[in-house]
């Protein structure tokens, strides 16, 4: 019997498995292999102590950080205050606005470049009143000196939020209605089956939500490459820390620099991730 | 219920069999023949390639378009190096400042042309275009279209305002000043990335990215050529008649629309492709001025933002011939290249460029006999530097944040000097900051 | 209290949508305008729907066409990709969430470490990988990469940990239900809200992706749209005048038209999805 079952398992999960070995596994064991190497000999740690001396980490690094302290917070809470509020009250509106909500995150490559150098357009853009609060005179202006991480923080919220927001908004949808029902009866408001019932139900998504977000916060690329389409040369070319690991594989063609500076940042990842799912519990099975 | 019957065992080699299905539609990587000729090229050299194609039936070609998104090209040739096939035989450069990665060591693509174009041939180039192409003495790549600056401006505008286009860098600095204290918001440059390094320093001579090899480069900002610039700049970043806004920035149009573009010192193809398009200046206004000269020198240079170049791959093998042959045609056909939308690099193809362009009702003047001057007065010292983005960003953050923050433009440039040689060293330069 | 609270949340939600919704409502009226209304007219004005048209039979001059192969590329990896990972990941995920065994965690944890590792990492592994199999510029070389998605993997195991009780799947044991059978008769029915969002997610994805294309396709011919966009709009200097000159007139309008073509599967697919969000876990519960 219990054999019967680990043997269905793997009949089930195998053909997965076998993907994440060839496609995942083992590209990244020969990434850690080539961090070791130097133009095709064993090096020890040359390439992560290049990498780590290099005079552009620092200030990527600083502005990545900077990104995550404002971006994540921002991303997570309306995120989750978007699909809790919308849930409150299914139905064609608010399936209405979760449409709304995911569209900037439809427009992707070259086309972005040109919506978000429009955007930050202060002759140009719908939202030309909130920059001309804010000083901005032109795209230039926007991408300089402080104001560039608050333009990447908008950009990158309004691209991210949607998918989350449908992501939550499932796992709500998929709550037994038995529960949610019972707390109406007791007479609980909706803020309180909200923060005591709804939240922890969907904990385990919320830990994913968080995981993943501040994998891909850490590893911002796409926003600040985007906006360097459109005004070049404003922006630095290695402005984030993966940026400067696409700088290697690409510009310089060093790819030893590339995996050890990409296994840094999934080092760092992984250790966010640990602890989120530490404090959620997020692998238990036995839930219900 | 049961779909898929009891048990489905098949699931795992249900996936497989898709997986092995797709791997069969391909027809695996190109390049297989040995005879055929393997090009790259970006879009706007597509038909020349076809048509080269169509007039040698005799030579095997596949003719791939190609993005001319920087890096694109070094990243396929690094992973071509690695899996020891898929070089190109010939590719064009939309970015010439590559020619410095893919000719040194780790990259070790691109050939030297001796033995491959004649000298002859190489001669007919306008001088100094192929400096870029050019390390330790060796030509590696032929220059498609330059990128010579000359100093647009608003005919009309300077009519109406009765003043006339500056014929020295300090006319060109009094005449700015006037028209920002009489016109208030009228712009008389840009200051902003390869724009303002190109043109303005590039011109001048400062030694910001003279290849000295392809492991040497001289930057040395504290140069009077440097300096000079820097304090001709002052004070008209400090009046706001220079703008640190990049060309292409919709503000940028905006000044366009609304006359405040009395002169834009800029790379030749501004007529047509900034002007007309992006700014909107109506026919019969924009014209062409020599680069202003400086004191002490007796004649306009001009600097360099932008251009196009061939490449030809080490690993062509006997295809090296044709590569070569097929490269010699498309950037020196006289009736090709004068039919491209740029400035042609080689001097008898622009003499034909410039017939077509010296009757466009676009200009006010005919800009002809002063774009064929300023290709010919191409200020040397502007090699191809694998820092070229670095290079860009790093004048922004230094001279560019100085121009528009009204603060000391000379002291900017040693903040220029220092992130340029970092810059450099990490892409294995030795910065030489006293010879020259 | 009820009508401030409902005023409260309609404000949220309708800022919200604001926030959201005025990028793309700037784009879909971008193609109808001319490129100096752009810059010069109100942000959001209209053109005329001839321009439109205009816009569309420039983008076709581009390579006699070259736009629809390319539309017909995307479309052909991304539904082979699709179907691909859902095939892996909705087994893998209800695996991962019900039964123990033996490298149950492991298989969580390096799918975590697969789904953040920077991209830059795996440039040479895949492409060399891919090259070993004489694959490469072939539409498997994106495919079979895009396929593997430990994300979807994510989203399976979360729902199927959350919402499929362990006590259904025990009344099927002892019902005398195989283990293949119970996860097609019993689980597969209640995660159609799981799939649909893995699908959705997926075809985002392969939709999206620009690092794979980039890597793996030598040439134009077998482009996905992303990529050909890329060319496309770099060549033409469409959003960039400075990054490439030709007299093919394609200028800001024609390009935000393109970024419309290639986000519309996007959006149809979301609203695809949400369809599937309705029909809820309730549905199948019952019938179990």
Redesign the interface.
């Known amino acids: 019997m219990k054999r ?3 043997l ?6 195998g ?3 076998l ?2 070995a ?7 064991g ?2 850690l292999w ?1 961090s070791f190497v130097h133009d095709g000999a064993f090096s020890g740690v040359r390439n992560w102590s290049a990498v780590f001396d290099d005079y552009r980490l620092s200030d990527a690094a600083w502005h990545v950080g900077t990104y995550l302290l404002l971006w994540l917070p921002v991303l997570v809470l ?1 995120v989750l ?2 699909a809790l ?2 849930h ?2 299914p139905g064609r ?1 608010s ?1 209405t ?23 930050f ?1 202060p ?6 009143p909130l920059l001309d609060l804010f000083d901005i005179t032109s795209v230039t202006d926007a991408l300089s000196g402080s104001t560039l991480i608050g333009i990447l923080t908008v950009m990158g919220v ?1 691209v991210h ?3 989350w927001i ?2 939550l ?3 709500l ?5 038995d529960v949610l029902e019972a707390a109406q009866v007791d007479g609980a408001s ?1 803020w309180r089956t909200t923060w005591h019932i709804k939240l922890p ?2 904990r ?2 919320v830990a ?1 939500v968080l ?2 977000s501040f ?2 916060g850490s ?1 911002v690329f796409v926003e600040p490459t985007v906006l360097t ?4 040369g404003q922006i630095s070319p290695t402005w984030s820390v ?1 940026q400067l ?2 700088a ?3 510009q310089e063609g060093d ?1 030893g620099k ?2 050890a ?3 840094a ?2 080092a760092v ?2 250790v966010a ?1 640990w602890i989120v799912i530490k404090r959620t519990r997020m ?3 036995d ?2 | ?4 019957g ?4 098949t ?1 795992a080699a ?2 497989l069999c ?2 092995l299905l ?2 069969g ?6 390049g297989g023949d040995k005879d055929e000729l393997l090009v790259w090229v ?3 050299r ?1 038909a020349a390639a076809q048509q080269y194609e169509k007039e040698h039936p005799d030579q095997k070609i596949r003719i ?6 920087a890096g ?1 090209v070094p ?2 040739i690094s ?1 071509a190096n ?2 020891k ?2 070089w190109p035989d010939l590719v064009f450069l ?1 970015n010439p400042a590559e020619a410095a990665t893919l000719a040194a060591d780790r990259f070790a693509y691109a050939a030297p042309l001796e033995g491959l174009v004649p000298g002859k041939t190489l001669d007919g180039f306008a001088p100094g275009s192929l400096d870029t192409c050019t390390f330790d003495g060796k030509v590696y790549c032929l220059r498609n279209d330059i990128a010579p600056t000359v100093l647009w401006y608003d005919a009309k505008l300077m009519e109406k305002y009765h003043y006339r286009a500056p014929a020295t860098w300090q006319d060109y600095q009094k005449l700015g000043l006037k028209a920002a204290a009489e016109h208030p918001g009228t712009i008389v440059g840009a200051v902003n990335g390869k ?1 303002g390094a190109g043109t303005y320093f590039g011109s001048s001579g400062c030694p910001t990215r003279d290849t000295l090899s392809l492991t040497k480069v001289r930057i040395d900002t504290a140069q009077a050529t440097c300096t000079r610039v820097a304090e001709m700049l002052q004070p008209l970043a400090e009046k706001k008649a220079v703008t640190t806004v990049v ?2 920035d ?1 503000a940028f ?2 000044l366009g ?1 609304q006359n405040k573009i009395l002169m834009l010192p800029g790379p030749a ?1 501004f007529g ?3 002007f007309k ?2 700014f ?1 200046v109506p026919d019969g206004r924009i014209a062409a001025a020599p680069m202003p000269t400086w004191d002490g020198e007796d004649r306009s240079y001009s600097g360099q933002v ?1 251009g196009g170049a061939f490449l030809i791959s080490k690993h062509a093998g006997k295809r090296a011939k044709a590569a070569a042959a097929m490269a010699t045609w498309l950037t020196t056909d006289t009736a090709l290249q004068a039919k491209q ?2 400035y042609p690099a080689f001097t008898a193809a622009a003499a034909e460029w410039g017939k077509a362009k010296a009757k466009d009702p676009y200009y006010a003047a005919n800009p002809v006999p002063v774009l064929t001057k300023a290709a010919a007065g191409l200020r040397p010292g502007f090699g191809a530097i694998r820092f070229e983005a670095e290079w860009q960003n790093s004048f922004n953050q230094t001279v560019g944040a100085a121009t528009g923050g009204g603060k000391s433009l000379t002291d900017a440039l040693s903040d220029w000097q220092k992130k340029l040689t970092q810059a450099a060293e990490t892409n294995n330069y030795s910065v030489d900051q006293t010879a020259g | 209290m009820n009508a401030i ?1 409902r005023t409260a ?1 309609a404000v ?2 309708l800022g ?2 604001v ?9 879909a009226l ?1 193609p109808t305008r001319t ?2 209304d ?3 007219g109100s ?2 004005g209209f053109g005329s729907l001839g321009n439109v048209g205009a816009a569309w039979s420039h983008l076709m001059r ?2 006699d066409g ?1 736009l629809t192969i390319w539309i017909g590329n995307s479309v052909l990896y991304a539904a ?1 990709s699709v ?2 990972s859902l ?3 909705v ?2 995920g ?9 490298g149950r ?1 492991t ?2 944890t ?20 891919m ?1 070993a ?9 994106v ?3 895009l ?2 998605y ?2 979807g ?3 399976a195991f ?2 199927f ?3 499929l ?2 006590t259904l799947l025990d009344a099927g044991r002892v019902d005398g239900a ?4 119970l ?3 019993v689980a597969v029915p209640l995660a159609k ?2 799939i649909g ?1 893995i699908a ?2 997926s075809f ?1 994805r392969s939709w ?1 992706d ?1 690092f794979l294309p ?2 793996m396709l ?3 011919r077998t482009f996905t749209l ?2 050909g ?20 007139d394609i ?2 309008p024609e ?2 038209l ?3 073509v ?2 519309a599967p ?2 149809v697919a ?2 695809f ?2 369809r599937f ?2 029909s ?3 549905a199948g ?1 019952e019938k179990g």
């Not at chain 1, 002759?123 to 030309?128: E, G, K, L, T």
């Not at chain 3, 496309?232 to 007299?247: I, K, M, P, W």
Request: hydrophobic share 50%; with cysteine; aromatic share 14%.
């Open positions: 019967s079952r680990s269905a398992a793997w009949a089930l999960i053909p997965y498995a993907f994440l060839v496609f995942g596994l083992a590209p990244a020969y990434a080539t309306l205050s978007l509020t919308l409150a009250r509106f399936s606005m979760r449409f709304v909500y995911y569209l900037p995150g439809a427009v992707t490559g070259s086309a972005a470049a040109l919506l978000w150098l429009f955007m357009s002759d140009a853009s719908p939202f030309s309004a939020a949607g998918g449908v992501v908004y499932g796992a949808n998929a709550l037994p209605r909706t139900m969907v385990t998504y994913f995981i993943s994998a891909s590893q389409t459109g005004a070049p993966n690991a696409y290697y594989a690409t790819f590339a995996a500076l990409s296994l940042m999934l990842g992984l991730a692998y238990a099975t839930d219900r | 219920m049961n779909r898929w009891p048990g489905f065992p699931h249900l996936v898709g997986a797709l791997g539609c391909g027809s695996g990587a190109g970006d879009n706007t597509t791939v378009t190609i993005p001319p998104d694109y990243t396929k992973l690695r899996s096939r898929g939309a724009y060309p292409t919709p149009a905006k629309s193809w047509d492709f900034m398009p992006a909107k932008g939308p740029t | 609270s949340r949220f939600l919200a949508a926030f959201f919704g005025l990028p793309l409502l700037w784009l971008a490129a100096d752009l810059t010069t942000p959001l581009y390579n070259e082979a179907a691909l095939a892996l990941c087994p893998a209800y695996v991962l969430a019900k039964h123990e065994f033996g965690r298989l969580l390096l799918s975590i470490v697969c789904m953040i590792l920077p991209p830059a990492a795996l440039v040479l592994p895949l492409y060399l990988e090259d199999f004489g694959l490469v510029s072939t539409p498997a070389s495919i079979l990469p396929s593997f430990p994300f993997v994510y989203l979360l729902h940990a959350a919402n009780p362990n195989g283990e293949l059978r996860f097609w008769s809200p799981a969002l959705f997610f985002v999206t620009f980039f890597v030598a040439d134009d992303q990529l966009l890329m060319s496309l709009l770099q060549s033409t200097g469409a959003v960039n005048a400075g990054s490439g000159f030709s007299d093919l200028h800001q390009a935000a393109a970024g419309l290639a986000a996007t959006l979301f609203v999805a949400q969000l309705r809820g876990l309730m519960a």
